[in-house]
Each structure stands twice: as C-alpha cells, then as structure tokens.
C-alpha cells in the first residue's frame, strides 16, 4: 500500500476510534444542491475522503506524494452528507463589487510562461483563491498538485477550512479531467493557504486549528535537484511582503544551495516573475500552534480550572 493511502487509512481508523465532537465537527461544507464549475453534480464522486484526496493530489508514484496533506481530506468523511457540497456561487447586491480572482487566473485561461518543468510553483493565497489557481494551472499545463491543508475543520474554529473543501468539490470534476495523462515527471504544484497562520491564539472554548508549513510539508533542495528543479516561483497577493514568514528560512535555504526564488503578482496581468530580495529573518515562532492527536492541527482550548 503506498505510503499517503495508509496514512490517510491511519488517521481515519484513529478517527473511528474517538467519536466525539473533534471528529465529528459540525459545519457546513458549501451548499449540497449547488452544481461544479462544469454546471453538473458530478462533484458528488468525490465526496469519499480517498476520493478527493486523490484527485488534488499527485500521482501516487511520484516523489512528491509524502507531502501531500492528510487531514482536510480525512474531514470530510466525518461530516454529515447532508451538509457537503460545492459553495454557492457568489450573487452580486448591486452596491458591493464581489471579491473574485482576476480573470487572467480563471481557468480557461492560458499558463503563465513560468510554468515549466524545471520549477516548483508555489500557490500561497487565501484558501479558495488557491484552489481556484490551482484549477487554472492544472488545466493549462500538466502539474502535479499537492495540498498543504493540514488542519481539521470545527464549528468554533480559528479557521474555516471547510471553504476550502467546498472549493476543492467545485473544482474537482474539472482537475480529473485535466490529470488523465498526468506523468510521473510533471513538475509539481504546492497549493497552500496564506492564512493559515491566522490572526491570534485561540481563547478558551475555542478550536485553534492555525498551523504552519513545517519541514516536513517543504521538499528540500537536494531532492528538487535531484528532480530537475531548479528554480521557485512563488505566487501571492503581496509580493511586498512575500512570502509568508513560515517561509522565509526555508526560501533562504534554496537560495542558499543555488536554487533562486522569484515572486509574482497574482493581481498583475503581466504575472512578471520578480527577484525575491530578501529582508533580514524574521523570528517565527511555531510554539503556540496546537497539534491535534490525529495528525496535523487542530485542538479545543480547554476552560480555566476553576479548581485553586
């Protein structure tokens, strides 16, 4: 058995195990009547775990299945069908322009020139603007994805990632299609979510599932030479601040061992590949993050003591 299945079979058998209401989290996945991006219900073939699973990520002979993320995935086979479906599509209220990403980025329409294979691209966007990137990128040119969700879903949550599963089920039917000759060699595609570091710690009662992008999510730059890889391009909506701060020692490493970054503008039509200059490290500190028993992130602050 190849090494993410049994993971995947891993965390759920221990789900199975513990029936409370960590493992059974009571949220909503997007909308169940709502149709994919192809206008059908064919998103409902991947409302399996191992289904959606496989199908946003890499080929399961390739080097970079180790690194695709577990935990979002496991989620949803704990979440009651009922409440599991793509997101309804955003309806405009005449006064407030909706927030969507560029046209230039929509699938359908052309890859960025960037895309090649000799280049890790890495996708760190809000969640759903990622996935809907991703969607871009994997029609257009042969990629192989690998998510880097690794939190659970819970109704009192820091994080939402069940938007993100909704994203995932809207685009699902469109990636199947376009990975049906998908080779081993195909350069892989990171697809990750900008906020995962959130905004604050999580308070008592709360579900702190904020995580970060650990080593063992990053592919080190001997095993992307060792792939033909030799350059990062990094996606995002800031390129000022770029990138996210659990990344700037690994950004430093590759360019350190000879692998260069570029960072490009989502928001730019021209999605020009730029330099990254980089600043003086920042401290990141990943001791406050909560790691969930399961795998991944994702615990219940406990109420204070009232005892002495």
Not at 205 to 225: M, Q, S, T, V, W
Request: one cysteine or more; glycine letters at 8%.
């Amino acid at each position: 058995m190849w090494q993410p299945l049994s993971r995947l079979l891993e965390i759920l058998g221990r789900i199975r195990l513990r029936v409370d209401m960590f493992f059974r989290p009571k949220v909503t996945v997007g909308n169940p009547s709502a149709s994919d991006a192809q206008g059908s219900l064919l998103w409902r073939r991947f409302t399996s775990g191992e289904a959606l699973y496989d199908v946003w990520g890499p080929r399961a002979d390739s080097p970079w299945a180790p690194f695709h993320c577990v935990p979002l995935f496991a989620a949803l086979d704990r979440i009651d069908a009922a409440s599991v479906g793509p997101p309804t599509p955003p309806v405009s209220n005449g006064k407030t322009p909706q927030v969507v990403i560029p046209k230039h980025a929509t699938p359908g329409a052309d890859a960025p020139l960037w895309i090649a294979a000799d280049a890790l691209t890495i996708l760190d966007l809000p969640g759903t603007w990622s996935v809907q990137a991703a969607a871009w990128i994997l029609s257009a040119y042969p990629c192989q994805p690998v998510c880097t969700f690794n939190n659970w879903p819970h109704r009192k949550a820091l994080l939402q990632p069940e938007r993100i599963l909704a994203e995932l089920l809207h685009w699902a039917t469109t990636v199947a299609e376009a990975r049906r000759e998908l080779a081993r060699d195909a350069p892989p595609l990171w697809i990750c979510d900008s906020e995962r570091l959130g905004s604050r710690q999580g308070r008592p009662g709360e579900f702190d599932n904020r995580y970060f992008l650990e080593d063992a999510i990053l592919p080190g730059a001997a095993l992307l030479k060792g792939a033909g890889l030799v350059r990062v391009v990094y996606v995002t909506l800031d390129p000022r601040e770029a990138p996210v701060i659990d990344l700037e020692g690994y950004f430093a490493d590759l360019e350190s061992a000879g692998i260069p970054v570029r960072i490009v503008d989502l928001l730019d039509p021209a999605l020009q590949p730029r330099e990254w200059i980089p600043r003086p490290l920042r401290t990141f500190a990943s001791g406050g993050f909560k790691r969930s028993s399961a795998g991944g992130f994702g615990t219940q602050i406990p109420q204070p003591s009232s005892g002495g």
